[in-house]
């Protein structure tokens, strides 16, 4: 079964930093193509960003709203997904999600305030 | 960007309806159209991927449909456990991203 927990979340100000874990099992992590998205309260979701598999490249890409600020790496010897959050702004207030293909995490809250 | 605008933003509805969640994307998507749906305190759940295709596990009564940019949601007979919200994802091109969300409510 596939399993996705995340954590790291917690209460930061703003323009501070946060860095994300999803420890990932079920699945051979290695292979998979992985995405973080989030849900901010009162809103829809929003796609934020994904890592391609080291054989597919490697490669990464982001939301538009997060690019130059969130990094996501991995850790494919821990089974682990990442996500770097720098210059957080009030908005980047939400529930973060870890996901591969379907199967999503539970999520971990974020708040940006001072 | 391709923006993804869904319709209505929520509706009501009676148990037994029939639903129909409409999502129009701005640029052509193929067939690169999911569905979630999402209840409070919980993750989005797959219904549809590949515009049609119904993911393990999901009841019949939900339906997907198009090609491009209009794309459909269809619950044929709304149950109680059916009260929820629902999103539409493009994942033709980079960003990926989400519709606003339907929220269907208890008539």
């Known amino acids: 079964e596939v399993q996705l927990v995340e954590s790291g979340g917690g209460l930061v100000k703003p323009g501070g930093s946060l860095r994300l874990s999803c420890a990932a099992s079920?699945?051979?992590?290695?292979?998979?193509?992985m995405t973080w998205a989030r849900r901010p309260p009162g809103k829809g979701l929003e796609w934020v960003g994904r890592?391609?598999?080291?054989?597919?490249?490697?490669?990464?890409d982001y939301a538009t709203a997060v690019k130059g600020r969130f990094t996501i790496s991995r850790d494919d010897s821990k089974s682990t997904l990442f996500l770097q959050m720098t210059s957080l702004r009030t908005e980047d207030t939400a529930v973060y999600y870890c996901t591969r293909g379907g199967a999503w995490g539970q999520g971990t809250l974020v708040t940006v305030s001072s | 960007d391709t923006q993804m605008t869904q319709s209505p933003s929520s509706l009501s509805a009676s148990v037994g309806d029939k639903v129909t969640i409409t999502c129009r994307a701005s640029q052509n998507s193929g067939n690169y159209l999911n569905w979630y749906q999402q209840k409070p305190g919980k993750a989005p759940n797959l219904l549809i991927y590949a515009a049609s295709n119904l993911e393990n596990g999901v009841p019949s009564r939900f339906s997907g449909s198009g090609f491009g940019t209009d794309f459909t949601l269809t619950i044929s007979s709304l149950q109680p456990e059916d009260f929820a919200t629902y999103y539409c994802?493009?994942?033709?091109?980079?960003?990926?991203?989400f519709g606003g969300g339907t929220r269907v409510e208890i008539k």
């Open positions: 994802q493009q994942t033709f091109s980079v960003p990926l991203t």
């Open positions: 079920g699945f051979t992590f290695s292979n998979s193509l």
């Open positions: 890592i391609k598999s080291k054989t597919d490249g490697g490669t990464t």
